[in-house]
């Protein structure tokens, strides 16, 4: 994990502690793979959505990490 300065207060995902403006921090993206259905919430049929309405869709997410907790997880 690559650290750089923050300019503006973040928050650690990992820890929950805050990370202060000046301060070193980590950042690490996720994706997520999620469904999504082309109908709309009151143009879904009754019954159950067919598979082949669905479609997976990628949500990519970046989290911080403080200094702490981002050496942690290299090393482990
Ligand atoms: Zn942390």
Excluded: L
């Amino acid at each position: 994990m690559k650290f750089k300065q923050t300019r503006k207060d973040r928050t650690c995902s990992n820890c929950n502690e805050a990370i202060n403006k000046g301060d070193m921090y980590g950042q690490k993206s996720t994706s997520i793979t999620g469904k999504e259905t082309c109908w709309s919430i009151d143009n879904r049929p009754t019954e159950d959505i067919p598979d082949w309405a669905w479609s997976n869709v990628r949500f990519a997410t970046k989290h911080d990490w403080c200094k702490p907790c981002g050496e942690q997880k290299e090393a482990s």
